[in-house]
DNA sequence: ATTTTTGCAAATCATTTGCATATAT
DNA sequence: ATATATGCAAATGATTTGCAAAAAT
């Protein structure tokens, strides 16, 4: 077990192991997309878990420019070729998906790899996800209309989530 | 009457007045995209008109780097910033629009100026344009889940056209 | 005549790639 | 030991921009 926890690099060498307290956080951070890899088969790197962290420790969506700068300002150095791969292998592995924004930047989310879709807040960034929520009926519907055979689909909504909406209310 | 058939560039001054299968003929080709032009305000000029004409003989999606090829192969000259200026434009006009390819590439779409959404064909690129098909509802129903108070949504479907549909059947 | 638009070439920005070195298994 | 992954710097590709010349109103 603590050969396991070793691995994904949530306990660290010396210390012998981590404080229970330690190791939670650890794992509700990081850990999702470092686990994800290790079942995958992929070697798990520092660099990996390095951009894993920045992508834990963001709020809603990010670009690969914004994974860099995070990188920079901490100080941990990770190339910017580094930084793309890994978002690549992320996505490859449904750990993160791509989102398009309006503004036609390309930029990622954190998620489940189940299908799903995101609701992404135009103010802060925040994104929440949604499941399948009747889509399947308009595919269906939409197949029918056009003699199109669906295969997939993508849906994003964008607009101002709970927390921004208080903010809103309150001052400004 | 004829003077304004020249503006919009679909009758020639030399020949007095085209006859009215050109018209008709100029009219369903490029015309719209040049109508929305000077209905908004802006200046028809000749560029402006050799890329709407572009844009309309073309079939399902296309990116901006297809338009320069097109260009240069008919050798129409029109700056590759050019190009870029007036996708610009038009997307801002809704007379064209943005969509994002399941590659990531950045492709574009002509379309009517109103809500609605994109089928693509993944085999050919051909698109078709649905109307709101029960999205209100679903967009609804997602923003009582979340909390979010939604403000737009961008829905795009990929799958098979009924002439790639077709195609399969008969040969490979 | 005046304002808008163009074309060019250079600048910028994002992303990818080759390859020698370093690292995880 | 060996396959994989990294970092660098250079290559590529897409898009943008400054500015003087050209075209539309």
Redesign the interface.
Known sequence: MADYLMRLGLVNGKSGIASIRGIVEAMTEASAIVTVLDRAGYRLTEPRRVVAGLIADRTGHFTAADLVDDARQRRLDVGRATIFRALELFTELNAVE?V?L?S?D?AYVECEPVHHHH?I??QCGRT?E?GA???P???R???R??????????????????DC?AANARHG
Do not use: K, Y
């Open positions: 791509r398009d309006p036609g390309h609701v807040c135009s929440t949604v929520c009747g889509m009926a308009i595919a519907e939409i197949g209309r056009t003699g199109f055979r669906i295969q997939s689909h993508r849906l994003e909504l964008f607009g101002i989530c709970p909406q």
